[in-house]
């Protein structure tokens, strides 16, 4: 079940978000800025992760899963494919 609501704060206002614990916020964060601007990544990042609770397993975790979707949508991009129908629903 999709949340646009939940999504929209997300996207607008990771740190007023309703329902978000500080732990998921720190994994939004540093998912976010992955994405958005990996050449700024330094040691804090992996840190304020560590912080929130985060194990080392996790935040490697964590940067495989942000860095395989990142791969995944720049090859169906760079390909031109299509989102299925269903998957608009």
């Not at 007023?16 to 990042?45: C, F, H």
């Not at 996790?58 to 979707?69: C, F, G, M, R």
């Not at 949508?73 to 390909?79: E, F, K, P, S, T």
């Not at 989102?83 to 608009?88: G, I």
Request: no cysteine; proline share 3%.
């Amino acid at each position: 079940m999709k949340d646009e609501g939940l999504l929209v704060s997300v996207e607008e206002r990771l740190d007023e978000a309703p329902g978000l614990d500080d732990r998921r916020r720190a994994m939004l964060r540093y998912a976010a800025k992955l994405t958005r601007t990996p050449a700024a990544m330094e040691r804090s990042d992996v840190e304020a992760l560590r912080r929130a609770g985060f194990a080392d397993e996790d935040v490697l975790a964590i940067a495989e899963v942000t860095a395989y979707y990142a791969y995944a949508n720049r090859i169906a991009d760079g390909l031109g494919v299509e989102v299925e129908p269903w998957f608009e629903k």
